[in-house]
């Protein structure tokens, strides 16, 4: 796992002082090592954590056709040194690095189609760089370009100069979804590679927009229960480092209990660990210690309080590096740090499975009126959609916006891009459940990998999510309704039935998954109210023009609900336009 930067174009003279400052600013990336180098087109850099190929995966790497940079794992290395072989290519599959630079010696762009596993990467072929990342987008990255010259990094902060500014259209999809989602980020002129695209620079062609392995489509009768426990099964294995000290976090739910489960019968021994949230309709800690006991796996329970969150959030919004969705991230971040204090450098995720599968309440709504058994506690959500077609229904559930917090000037200066959610929900193809999915992918989950990515990297963690596995990924753009939605309403159906054999009796009951949930409506009623009053209506945060002082003083003096994140993200925007918009550091 590792940081990477590039400067493409313009002055070599300053290249290389410009990309040791990049380098510096994620050095928590890749703490092992650091290496630059100048390729045909581009000076390119690297720092490095170490997990496998020591000396062999130093870079940048220079191969027979150019130089590479690297950031990720690639989990299918063995069926690459055989394919190279094949085509006599020589190389010990030690480094994953080495295995992409020949594969991409090989095959060009297209390279980037055989690799299994999280991704983001860099190549200066002598006439241009060409970047990519992993189909859904685990791995970031960022680039500029302007006036012939270009600039990447794993991280925005690398790329961003003295005067900044939000960009406007992205800050109006951040007010629809608490996301800025699409190639374009929060500051003006910083774009992101997209999930499985492919971008040139200094150009900015985007070669390529999407992966071939989220094209939906018509549902695949070979995709049974037995089918996907085997990709299932193989996802998990590939994911475990051979000869590495592993973590996974164990919420107690089905895809966290599922890795879990998957890697001890693999013949891993992994630690798992569990954030405690000890507050009513938070605390999932009984599900997780069943499921750690009858797995034979260590438990750590990682206390995540209110003061921990408090002290915590000027760094997350720092790591983050733009607004994200919910207020997980604190607890995310409180659990990492504990899982790096204990000595381990890979944690395994569940990460993904609702995405992929349907396992969010909202999938039900999508098609039903009336909550299923099990369901009941969302019968509000279900209210809000009757009556609502397909397409309007699934932007509605994840509409997140809090209209009544901002001005009315703000809002009609940053309409919500309704069409373009929409127009996702379409590309989704077959039924509406497919389309929620690709709804799924294309936003929320993004949101999650941003989240993952920061959190597990500020503390030089490698989180590998075995649930994003590109086979898995093809199996789920090929799934019918019945596969996601069971006709009794039970969400993830295939994939439950597939892990059954491994889930303890206490998780595959389990109808009231949770997320990482915290108690913010009590923490902003109560220990968080000052902290909050002191940011949002600071005459600072009146300049700005974009909050209604008088609506956020109503809804602090209102009883609210404790999964309400209005306020939270109003609060999480302020002090992000605070860190990067009015500083320069």
């Not at 299918?76 to 290519?89: I, T």
């Not at 960009?167 to 500051?187: I, K, N, S, V």
């Not at 309709?281 to 750690?292: K, M």
């Not at 989180?463 to 090929?478: M, N, Q, S, T, Y």
Request: proline share 7%; aromatic share 6%; net charge neutral.
């Amino acid at each position: 796992m590792c940081g990477i930067a590039g400067l493409v174009g313009g002055d070599p003279r300053d290249a290389r002082a410009r990309l040791g400052g990049m380098l510096e600013r994620m050095v928590q990336r890749g703490p092992d090592g650091r290496g630059e180098a100048a390729g045909g087109s581009a000076y390119l850099g690297c720092v490095r954590l170490t997990i496998r190929g020591g000396d062999a995966g130093h870079q940048p790497l220079r191969t027979r056709t150019g130089l590479l940079v690297f950031n990720g794992e690639i989990y299918n290395v063995p069926e690459l040194v055989k394919e190279l072989d094949y085509h006599g290519v020589k190389v010990d599959g030690a480094s994953d690095t080495q295995v992409v630079g020949a594969l991409i010696d090989l095959h060009g762009p297209g390279a980037v189609h055989r690799l299994n596993g999280m991704y983001a990467l860099a190549f200066d072929d002598g006439r241009r760089v060409w970047m990519a990342r992993d189909p859904v987008g685990q791995k970031p990255l960022y680039y500029t370009c302007r006036d012939g010259e270009g600039a990447f990094a794993s991280t925005i902060g690398g790329l961003l100069g003295g005067r900044r500014s939000v960009h406007g259209p992205a800050l109006a999809r951040w007010l629809l979804m608490h996301y800025a989602w699409g190639t374009e980020t929060l500051f003006t002129g910083v774009l992101r590679v997209p999930p499985g695209g492919i971008v040139e620079l200094p150009s900015g062609r985007v070669v390529q927009a999407a992966d071939a392995a989220l094209r939906f489509g018509a549902p695949n009768p070979a995709h049974t229960e037995e089918r996907l426990r085997k990709v299932l099964e193989r996802a998990v294995r590939d994911a475990l480092p051979a000869g590495e000290r592993c973590a996974v976090t164990l919420s107690g739910g089905v895809d966290s209990t599922l890795v879990a489960a998957l890697a001890a019968a693999a013949g891993a021994r992994p630690t798992a660990f569990h954030g405690h949230v000890a507050a009513e309709g938070c605390d999932e800690s009984g599900y997780a210690r069943a499921a750690a006991k009858e797995l034979g796996l260590p438990l750590t329970e990682v206390p995540v309080t209110e003061r921990a969150c408090r002290e915590a959030l000027p760094a997350v919004v720092r790591a983050l590096e733009e607004p994200v969705a919910g207020p997980g991230s604190l607890a995310q971040w409180v659990v990492a740090r504990s899982i790096a204090e204990h000595g381990t450098r890979i944690v395994l995720s569940g990460c993904g499975g609702d995405e992929l599968f349907g396992g969010y309440a909202r999938a039900a709504a999508l098609t039903r009126d009336e909550p299923p058994p099990g369901l009941e506690a969302y019968a509000p959500l279900f209210e809000r959609v009757r009556g609502l077609a397909p397409g309007r229904r699934a932007l509605a559930l994840l509409d997140r916006r809090n209209a009544e917090l901002y001005t009315q000037d703000f809002l009609e200066a940053h309409p919500a891009p309704l069409d373009a959610v929409l127009q996702e929900f379409e590309l989704g193809g077959p039924d509406p459940l497919a389309g929620a999915a690709r709804l799924e992918l294309a936003i929320t989950l993004p949101a999650l990998l941003q989240v993952e990515d920061r959190v597990t990297m500020a503390f030089s963690l490698e989180g590998r999510l075995p649930l994003l596995d590109r086979r898995l990924l093809r199996v789920a753009a090929r799934l019918g309704p019945e596969a996601r939605v069971a006709p009794d309403g039970t969400l993830k159906a295939l994939l439950r039935r597939a892990a059954a054999p491994y889930l303890p009796a206490s998780v595959a009951a389990r109808r009231d998954k949770l997320g990482f949930t915290l108690p913010l409506g009590e923490w902003l009623r109560g220990p968080w109210r000052e902290l909050v009053r002191d940011v949002l209506l600071d005459p600072r945060t009146r300049q700005r023009g974009i909050l209604d002082a008088a609506a956020v003083e109503a809804t602090l003096a209102a009883p609210s609900c404790p999964y309400n994140r209005g306020l939270w993200s109003a609060l999480f925007l302020e002090l992000w336009h605070r860190t990067f918009i009015d500083s320069t550091d």
